[in-house]
């Protein structure tokens, strides 16, 4: 072979190895490629506020629409053989508080449907209540507008959390009781609050569960084996609000205890949450934080139903807007979505995490809009999929774009 042909057949060889190593890397901005696949969402233009739920039985999906100037009206579909079905309509009003952070839920236990929605209670900005609303399994029509709280304050109610439960339900929420301003002008702190709900929309067990917590970062809630965990941002007298935990052991709920010092000293409320998962005693919760100025999305795993927590393993930091969702695969491993951005892109973001700290390189999911307008997008692993829905926003409209990952593309 001359010369010639040599430096050839050495460039050919270069370059193919080169390729190859290239396709099995992860790509660049430490990101893999994967196959998204869109289905069809049973929403409309001017929709928005997407919910995902989903237990080993049933998966839905829940948002709302805008009709009008002023009516808004709340609707959801179910998921099956990844196809969305017909949707359907819960109820409408007028009179709602309809907010890109604190949006309608529904959950499913054992045939029985439960949503709700934030009803203005006075012509005040933030003076709504948490209405629900029911669908016992025999019955042909929703029950609507019943109360989750009877304290009959003009104060704000709302960032719900919902989970099957026994028989029915377990919720938590912020609740503004106690910010009514007294005789002396004075008013107290938001507080979280949490209860049981069965079928027809009976309150039991309601308890005060926190005194003084930060006033808009949406609670999160999971069953461990020993009971509920609520999880929330709290608010120290000094505005540090870092994430906390209550737990209901035996009955007892716990002391409130933070999660991890982070130490985020802030004056005013960040609107970013918390969200938790658990099978058995493995408790997973994913958090944002801004702490030394650092803003980063963390995560961590408890194997004592949150007692207690292993050291946060940092997902992403740098430009991170949160906006977080949890998933547990297993006893070992979760799934975490959040945003983030790249190259001026803010993006749809989700990742496998280990119980050991070991993180999978993360999958770009959607490029989505960075403002309130998107709201914060879900996650859940169903099956063999892990499904998502957001809002994607234009500069006419919003609609409700739904997709799913197959699970070992994580």
Not at 237 to 250: L, P
Not at 367 to 376: E, H, L, N, V, Y
């Amino acid at each position: 072979m001359n010369l010639h042909k040599l430096l050839v057949v050495s460039v050919l060889i270069s370059l193919f190895f080169n390729c190859k190593e290239h396709v099995n890397t992860p790509a660049e901005n430490n990101t893999t490629k994967h196959p998204l696949v869109y289905l069809t969402a049973p929403t409309a233009e001017n929709s928005s506020l997407p919910y995902l739920f989903s237990n080993e039985q049933k998966t839905f999906l829940s948002w709302v629409t805008k009709k009008g100037d002023t009516a808004t009206a709340l609707h959801y579909a179910e998921l099956v053989n990844n196809t969305w079905q017909n949707s359907q309509t819960i109820l409408q009003g007028d009179d709602w508080f309809v907010n890109w952070a604190d949006f309608p839920m529904i959950a499913e236990n054992n045939g029985n449907l439960w949503s709700h929605v934030l009803k203005k209670s006075t012509k005040d900005t933030y003076s709504y209540d948490v209405k629900m609303n029911v669908k016992p399994k025999e019955a042909q029509e929703w029950q609507t507008d019943l109360p989750l709280h009877t304290d009959g304050t003009p104060t704000e109610h709302g960032f719900v959390s919902i989970l099957p439960y026994k028989d029915g339900f377990f919720s938590c929420w912020l609740d503004g009781r106690n910010t009514e301003e007294n005789e002396a002008g004075e008013r107290g702190a938001m507080t979280v609050r949490a209860a049981e709900i069965d079928v027809n929309g009976g309150v039991t067990v309601e308890k005060e569960l926190d005194a003084r917590t930060c006033d808009c970062c949406q609670t999160t809630a999971a069953i461990t084996a020993n009971g509920p965990v609520v999880l929330y941002r709290d608010r120290s007298t000094e505005e540090v609000r870092d994430i906390y935990i209550v737990r209901n052991v035996a009955g007892e709920w716990t002391t409130p205890k933070a999660l991890h010092n982070d130490g985020w000293k802030i004056k005013g409320c960040p609107v970013n949450g918390p969200k938790a998962a658990a099978i058995k005693n493995t408790l997973v919760v994913a958090w944002f934080t801004e702490a030394q100025q650092k803003p980063r999305v963390q995560l961590a795993f408890s194997q004592d139903g949150g007692a207690n927590f292993k050291v946060p393993i940092v997902i992403e930091e740098g430009k991170v807007l949160g906006r977080v969702d949890v998933a547990l695969i297993d006893e070992k491993n979760a799934l975490v979505s959040w945003m983030g951005s790249s190259e001026n892109k803010t993006q749809l973001k989700a990742m496998k995490v280990s119980l050991s700290g070991e993180k999978a390189p993360p999958l770009v999911i959607a490029t989505i809009d960075a403002s309130r307008k998107t709201g914060f997008p879900q996650m859940e692993r169903i099956g063999d999929n892990v499904h998502f829905a957001w809002t994607a926003v234009t500069p006419t409209a919003t609609t409700i774009k739904t997709a799913y990952v197959p699970f070992i593309s994580f």
